[in-house]
């Protein structure tokens, strides 16, 4: 493993890689310092084009060998971001780290080099802008402050992975920030909406502000303190509202998840937009750069949902949600009702719900909250995602029939569709063998 670094020699590059080093020598990964020429300026200067680079980067290297970092030089010659694409591939390098799009590049540098790299690097890229406080904590003079794109995809969960690695190399204080669109909130919750257009219920909010949290649970401090959160409206492109919050909170780096999106797709892409705009250090994380898998900490089931029909095989669910769920963790146990339902009939499937709790499970410790959800006009399994979402739990467990062929295909099943419509981990029970 190994750290890039990609130079021009310019002063911003300069500055990127003296961070680069301070990185290299702090983690003990050599440092590979890397310049790509022009393949139409080689062929036009020819020897006296290479000698000097080789030349400039022969001072860089004693430079930033005096920073205590093991340094290697390599001049390449052809496309930028696609020559250091694949000298990356080929150096299986950790990180690769550039100086960032200067904002007197034509269009803020978009089609430029980071911007591209951004789109096909597998591993992170750092792209840094102001360096200084990055390199006081690299050497242990400072802890460094991370603000974090918040959101439920994988890009985020790489990235919260690559946080929780900057941990190893220095002291960091994460903030998570999420920004989201009212409307379509509401919509993936199950909310109703409020009269006036863009207005934020209490309901809504506390729902996402209990998600982010949990999202952000893994990058807890060793004192079990957890990390902070900002969950705010957005209006217009996620990008730019979240630049905006990592400057009002003076962050010494934006770490964002990275989809890699092509052509039209950047339009919306907020690495994309968050490299071009941000007035601080940007790392973008692909999806791609997750951790080791014995580097990954473990998923905890702090909160599972059990749905039945009150049939024998959803009734059967319960009792393995409850062993699903830890102490001190709570069970959502709920019913879909059809129609509307009087306040007797309600409190009558209630009594229902808590009747199908097993007694070793309430003794264990486990809260269990039971409910009655009303489908108001929407099918089964959309009022069951939405409740997922609504109450941010860990795993679904979901009693299934066992049906097969024609049997299935006629009857349909609720539990086969909800495997197609979350992407929380679903927990079928089968019934045993007749």
């Known amino acids: 493993m190994s750290i890039v670094c990609a130079t021009n020699f310019s002063d911003a590059a300069l500055r990127a890689s003296t961070l680069a080093a301070e990185l290299a020598r702090k983690t003990g990964e050599p440092l590979r310092l890397v310049h790509v020429l022009n393949a139409d300026s080689a062929r036009a200067f020819g020897r006296a084009l290479t000698d000097a680079a080789q030349a400039a980067l022969a001072d860089e290297v004693k430079r930033l060998t005096k920073l205590g970092a093991k340094v290697e030089p390599a001049l390449l010659t052809g496309e930028p971001a696609t020559v250091l694409d694949a000298y990356v591939r080929e150096q299986r390098a950790s ?36 360096g200084a406080s990055l390199e006081a904590w690299a050497r242990g003079e400072r802890p460094l402050k991370v603000m974090l794109g918040v959101d439920r995809s994988l890009p985020f969960e790489a990235a919260r992975e690559w946080v929780r690695t900057l941990r190893r190399w220095g002291a960091v204080e994460a903030v998570g920030a999420r920004v989201y669109w009212a409307e379509e909130e509401y919509q993936r919750l199950g909310l109703a909406r409020p009269p006036a257009f863009g207005e934020i219920t209490d309901e809504l909010k506390q729902a996402l502000e209990k998600e982010t949290a949990a999202l952000m649970a893994p990058l807890a401090s060793a004192e079990g303190q ?28 934006l770490v964002v998840g990275s989809h890699h999106r092509r052509a039209l797709g950047r339009l919306w892409s907020v690495s994309h937009h968050a490299l071009r705009l941000a007035s601080m250090s940007v790392a973008c994380v692909p999806a791609q750069a997750t951790a080791a898998p014995a580097d990954v900490a473990l998923p905890a089931f702090r909160e599972v949902l059990v749905a039945t029909d009150f049939s024998e095989t959803g009734n059967r669910a319960v009792a393995h949600a409850c062993a699903l769920t830890p102490p001190e963790g709570t069970v959502h146990l709920v019913h879909v009702a059809e129609g509307s339902l009087s306040a007797a009939e309600e409190a009558g499937l209630r009594t229902r719900l808590l009747a199908l709790v097993p007694k070793a499970a309430e003794s264990g410790g486990r809260r269990v909250q ?31 029939h066992g049906r097969s062929g024609l049997k299935r295909a006629v009857l349909g099943s609720v539990t086969q569709a909800l495997l197609l419509r979350t992407d929380r981990p679903v927990l079928v029970v089968r019934p045993p063998q007749a």
Do not use: C, W
Request: glycine content about 12%; proline content about 3%; aromatic content about 2%.
């Open 95 to 130: 990180l690769v780290v550039t100086a960032a799009p200067t904002y007197e590049a034509p269009f803020l540098g978009v089609g430029g080099m980071v911007d591209r790299l951004a789109q096909m690097l597998g591993v992170p890229l750092l792209a840094v802008r102001e």
């Open 226 to 253: 957890g990390a902070r959160i900002h969950v705010e409206a957005g209006v217009g492109r996620i990008a730019d509202n979240l630049v905006d919050l990592a400057a009002r909170e003076k962050v010494d780096l």
């Open 370 to 400: 039971v409910e009655v959800l009303a489908q108001g006009g929407k099918d089964v399994v959309t009022t069951l995602v939405q409740a997922s979402e609504r109450l941010g739990v860990d795993a679904i467990v979901m009693g299934t």
